[in-house]
Each structure stands twice: as C-alpha cells, then as structure tokens.
C-alpha cells in the first residue's frame, strides 16, 4: 500500500484548540478552529439537553477531533477511503478520534460521526441498525454556528429524496443493514428512511414511549417486524404511510444557545514542527491493523528531522513497536526515559513491548510479565484516565490462574467507561465476564457492539459470542463451570 504525503502536509502548521470536552486541530485558519471548537462544545449541550442529560457534563474522556483541508488529507489516513467521503470517525486500541473535511457552513458529516460516538458512550443497549444510523442523522443535520443550535429540523437531502425517490420496504428497513445492499440508491434510501423514523419517534414523548415498548419486545426475542407492530399499533404497510404524511408535516425543533450554557474556555496553540509534519502519520499508524511497510518507512524518514523532538520520538518508537523492530523501538524508549523517566506515554510503550517480548518468550515469561506490569503501573500512577495503560494492565494478568479477578473486572470496566467506544476493550471484557460465568453482563456489553450497522470483524465475533453465552446461560445458569473463553488479541 503506497501512502500518498504531499509536500503541502508536510508544511502544514498545525493548531490544537482545547476546551473542557474536545481537543480539536486543524492546519487552517485560527478563528475558524476558534468557532468550531465553541459549535462542539454547544452541540454537546444540546445533545445533553435532548437526552435530559446535564448540559454541562463532562464525558469521561476528550475526544479528539481533526479538521483537514480536503479529501487528500483524508487519505493521509485511510488511503482506501471512497470519493466523495468528508469524515470518518476511528475507535481503537491506540486511539479515539474524529477526522473531516473542515467546513464553516456543513458540519453534517462530522456532526453523524460525533453523534455515533456519544451514543456508544453516553446510551446503553444495543439499538437496531436502523436507528443507529437514523439518530446519527437526526443529530448530523443541526444547524448550528458558535451561539446557536437548532436540533430537529427536515434533513433537506433526505427529505428531497423521500420526496422523489422509491421507498425500500418497511420489512427491510427494519431488518437490513446498509452494507447489505449492493445498490447505491437503496443505501440512500435506508439513511433517509431511518432518520425519518427516528425523528418520528424521537420528535414526540408518546411515540418515544411506543420506541421504548419497541425496544423492549426485541429484546424479549421478538423478530423486528412484529416487534415494531405490536409496539405501534399498526401495521408496517400502515406504519409507511404515516411516514409519508409526516414528512410533509412542519417538523418540531429543539434550539439551544449559548445563553443557556456557560460560554467555555478554549485554549489555542500551535504544535511543534515535528507534531505538523507527523500528526496524520500517526493517525494513520493509529488506524492500522496489519504490516504496513510504506508507512512505517515514511515514520522512520519523517523522524529522522527531529531526532530530539519527545513526539518525533515517541511516534517512532510505536511504529517499530506495530510495525518494525521491537529492539529498536526499546531503545528509543529506555533513551526516552533516561531523559524524561515521568513519561506516561512513553512508560506505557515500555510496557506494551515488554509484555509483547513476554508472549514470545515462554522461558523467562513470568520475569517479563512483571517487569511490563512495572512500566505500567507508573504509567498508570501519572495518568490514571488512560484507558489503553488500564486495557494493558488487565492483558498482563491474563495468564495467572486467577484471572479475571475482581480486581481485573474492575480494571476492565474503568478501562471501558473511559473508551466505550473501543471494539476490542468491549470484547475482552464481555469475555472476562463471560470466563467468571456472567453472562447476562457479558451479553449487555456485547449488544452495542452486535448492533453495530457496519460489518467489521468485530460486530461477527460479538454476535457469535452473544448467541454462545445465551446457550451457556440455559446450559450453566448458575456461576459454576464457566466456560474457559480465550481473550481475543488486540487491535
């Protein structure tokens, strides 16, 4: 796989504004990273004031939100990334991040991303596909600028094609996910359609009651269809065509300002030349999951300019620890900590090597093990709302006979309320419950992930994991004799 760098990114001169909820950066102008970053912070208002939620909270853990140029940007990052696309949003081991085409009139893109991940961490359940995607619409299509937000309005492209394109049946709506059709007007239907239904069922407290009681036949094991009927009170075939006469209804609006709210704080600086030059080649080792020798040889030129720079430094070390040579990337990390023995980050990399060289070194395992656990644990002592330092704790206990421990649980749920959204963690944990025999917490955890509408490999193992457990809970009700469940690898 051939990565694209131009000469432009590396000249780019990154800015990072952050406020109490986001980090955001950019590599354009000040005063437009300045109003993006106060439209977040409304819209989290606003999203809070829609779910009763306290407008002021605070999410666990900042997300990261990237505003590039243009789609090229994008591709600095996922250089299979489809034209036309303005934004996605990554959840991994390594990292939780949004990245989209900066826009100072459409925001909608980011806005749908952003909704997903406040959904996977502030909702719990496992939602149908279709109001997975339809809520993220619902959210994406607010107008919104630096003192104002008005959720709820028509999705002026949806609504023009509801208007003039062929409806997909309501049984496929419900049962489908967009992946699954292979026609690009069909896809554009499914989005449409679903976020219709759920304005419909959002936009007035009896119908959200009758989404509710929807809910809750699905998962008493009621096929989606009947489910949707039975909660209703009519027919699917009925059911559309109060779709149709809705949308040519005049739509309820929720509107937010910043009156409402505390104006927030944003702080603003500029990176260092080595965090401009590397930034979205991180975010691309980041978002890697097999051998990638193109990126790891531009990391190692890239670095190479600044060899005294911490993140230069730090990136390099973690790409030879993904991709490259681990004795090198502990070189460059024990060198790290000579100078600077308080890194957490690069504590934490120490660790993950250690316990690495731990797995491939069955004789001398157990000195390993601890040694890594060591690392960890001061990594953990200087920043102790790292999720990935807490998954790295909880994976090193994992060949000790007690594990999971009480303790492990523990360590695996704070790990989970900081990054909800991370696949992998989500899968570990279910398995560490399931492994202790319980299973009902394992299935809870595991529905957010099955239900998710996009096919990965993940949402596979959940959903075959979901139907093990539920086997198990017929055959072993009780905690006794749990099943041995292996852990699944990172990344």
């Known amino acids: 796989m051939v990565i694209a760098l131009g000469a432009s990114a590396a000249k780019a001169e990154w800015k990072r504004a952050e406020?109490?909820?986001?980090?955001?950066?950019?590599?354009g102008d000040q005063g437009q990273l300045r109003d993006a970053a106060l439209q977040l912070e409304l819209f989290e208002s606003a999203m809070r004031m829609a779910h009763r939620m306290d407008p002021s909270g605070k999410p666990a853990r900042r997300i990261a939100i990237y505003l590039v140029r243009d789609q090229a940007a994008l591709k600095q990052v996922e250089p299979e990334l489809r034209d036309g696309v303005a934004g996605f949003y990554q959840a991994t081991d390594d990292d939780i991040f949004a990245l989209a085409i900066r826009e100072r009139r459409d925001q909608s893109t980011l806005l749908h991303e952003y909704a997903h991940h406040f959904m996977m961490g502030s909702l719990t359940g496992g939602f149908p596909a279709w109001f997975v995607e339809g809520y993220a619409e619902y959210f994406a299509n607010a107008e919104i600028s630096s003192r104002r937000v008005v959720v709820g309005g028509v999705n002026r492209n949806s609504g023009e094609w509801l208007n003039y394109a062929s409806w997909m049946p309501m049984n496929l709506l419900l049962t489908r996910r967009p992946f699954?059709?292979?026609d690009s007007?069909?896809?554009?239907s499914y989005y449409a359609q679903s976020w219709l239904l759920a304005h419909w069922f959002i936009s007035d407290p009896d119908r959200l009651k009758m989404f509710y009681a929807y809910m809750a036949n699905l998962r008493q094991g009621q096929e989606p269809v009947a489910a949707m009927e039975a909660a209703v009170g009519m027919p699917i075939g009925r059911l559309e065509r109060v779709q149709r006469d809705y949308l040519r209804q005049n739509f309820r609006v929720q509107v937010a300002t910043s009156d409402n709210f505390p104006r927030p704080d944003v702080q603003i600086a500029s990176l260092s030349p080595a965090e401009s030059d590397l930034l979205l080649s991180g975010l691309r080792l980041s978002s890697t999951f097999g051998k990638d020798d193109a990126l790891l040889a531009d990391i190692r030129r890239r670095a190479a300019a600044y060899p005294d720079d911490p993140f230069a430094i730090l990136l390099l070390a973690r790409a030879e620890l993904r991709l490259g040579d681990r004795a090198a990337a502990r070189r460059l990390l024990s060198a790290r900590l000579d100078e600077a023995p308080e890194d957490?980050?690069?504590l934490r990399l120490m660790g993950e090597a250690v316990w690495d060289d731990a797995k491939d070194n069955a004789s001398d395992?157990?000195?390993?093990?601890r040694e890594a656990r060591g690392y960890l644990a001061k990594a953990y002592a200087l920043e102790p709302d790292d999720y990935r330092t807490l998954y790295l704790l909880a994976e090193t206990r994992q060949m000790s006979p007690d594990f999971p421990s009480d303790n492990d649980v523990e360590t695996?749920?704070?790990a989970l309320e900081l990054a909800p959204?991370?696949?992998?963690?989500?899968l570990f944990t279910a398995q560490a419950r399931a492994k202790r025999g319980e299973y009902d917490?394992?299935?809870?955890?595991?529905?957010?992930?099955?239900?998710?509408p996009h096919s990965s490999g993940a949402t596979v193992l959940a959903r075959g994991l979901i139907t093990r457990y539920q086997q198990a809970m017929v055959e072993k009700p009780s905690n006794e004799d749990a099943t041995d469940d292996p852990a699944p690898s990172a990344g």
């Open 19 to 27: 406020t109490p909820r986001f980090i955001v950066y950019s590599d």
């Open 180 to 182: 699954e059709f292979s």
């Open 185 to 188: 007007n069909a896809v554009t």
């Open 344 to 346: 957490a980050v690069a």
């Open 365 to 369: 395992q157990l000195t390993l093990v």
């Open 412 to 414: 695996l749920l704070a």
């Open 421 to 426: 959204q991370s696949a992998s963690l989500r």
């Open 441 to 452: 917490a394992a299935i809870n955890l595991l529905q957010p992930l099955a239900s998710n």
